[in-house]
């Protein structure tokens, strides 16, 4: 063996005991630390790729234990991957992304040796935009009669005549796009029912519930005609 050839020449030459004891200590140090690991394992490989499945690099993935439990946490690197190599053996909860909205949530991932479990994630980095304060908000009208059920066809009058919908859909959604602060005011009506006024100052996102009633008409009265 090659140490025991270096022993032997060491042996010959001329040096002290403690010379020939540090040489022997370090050898053998080497040799137990190069059998001191055995075969790498990694339990949890996860890999972030945008909508064009391009890899995304810093990108925040977090790895739970018990689903409360933050165990790792790291960012991708520029291929996109974050490892947590010395995971748990029970399963746990994989979340990738903005912890405030738009994350992707992947429950009860195991890893079970000597497979690693890799996991491929679509992120779309764009899905908190509306975290931004816009000028413009969005309002949804739901259209429906008094059981709480859609009604089609309603149409919807705005002077202002803001961009969006004006007739309601399957759903009895009319959809309409109004400046923060400004009032939007119009009508809905459908035949058969009675019209509903709306009034709402545009603040946030809404959904404003609007209620139809149906028209009731009441029969003409007929008088008796009494013989003369």
């Not at 001329?14 to 370090?26: E, I, K, N, Q």
């Not at 009506?189 to 959904?207: F, M, N, Y």
Request: charged letters at 25%; one cysteine or more; aromatic letters at 8%.
């Amino acid at each position: 063996m090659p140490l025991l050839s270096t022993l032997v020449y060491f042996d010959k030459m001329p040096c002290t005991w403690v010379a020939r004891g540090v040489f022997l200590y370090v050898a053998l140090v080497g040799i137990a630390g190069g059998q001191s690991f055995g075969q790498s394992f990694c339990a949890f490989e996860v890999t972030v790729r945008s909508s064009l499945h391009r890899p995304m690099a810093g990108v925040g993935v977090g790895f739970i234990g018990e689903h409360r439990t933050t165990l790792y946490e790291s960012i991708s690197d520029k291929y996109g991957v974050v490892r947590f190599c010395d995971g748990p053996l029970m399963p746990i909860d994989i979340v990738v992304g903005n912890d405030i909205c738009g994350s992707v949530l992947l429950r009860n991932i195991k890893a079970r040796w000597p497979n690693s479990a890799r996991m491929s994630v679509v992120y779309d980095d764009r899905a908190c935009d509306h975290l931004a304060l816009s000028a413009d908000i969005v309002a949804l009208l739901r259209v429906q009669d008094e059981e709480g059920r859609p009604i089609s066809g309603a149409q919807f009058a705005d002077a202002a005549k803001r961009p969006g919908t004006s007739v309601s859909d399957e759903y009895g959604r009319v959809f309409r796009v109004c400046r923060r602060g400004e009032l939007l005011q119009g009508t809905i009506q459908k035949r058969g029912w009675l019209a509903a006024k709306i009034s709402h100052v545009c603040g946030d996102d809404v959904e404003i519930r609007t209620v139809l009633r149906l028209e009731r008409t009441t029969p003409r009265s007929s008088k008796k005609q009494e013989n003369p």
